[in-house]
């Protein structure tokens, strides 16, 4: 309770645009809103190059530490809003997905068809993919 009593004092818990009082009984389409400030977690500063675009795909050299699309604490430090934001590229459809902390080729629809399409074929085993990893030490095996 200490939280939103701070909030409300704050300023930052607002009903219906206006500083919201935490004895108030709320009524039928009341709009309340919290605003919370948070900061992501910072990501690499290394450029992301665009390998390749045309009408159908866009590809791209993701680096490490960055994730593709926003989630969790990640919404403005992802590959999709990057690519928004920096070259004007909005309205991607993810293709397939790597890890955050995942670097490689990563390819992006540009139209609902393609990303269709290239979901058939992945699902019908046409199109391979291929990882590769460093390894520091002896690698184990089995």
Known sequence: MEYYTQAAEAGRIRLNEEPADLNTVLKNNDFMRNTVHRH????????MEILTQNQEVVVVDKPASIPVHPCGRFRHNTIIFILGKEHGLTELHTIHRLDRLASGVLMFARTLEVSKKMDQQ???RQVQKEYVCRVQGE???G
Do not use: I, K
């Open 40 to 47: 992501e977690p910072p990501v690499t500063a290394q450029p």
């Open 122 to 124: 992945v699902r019908e």
């Open 139 to 141: 690698f184990p095996d």
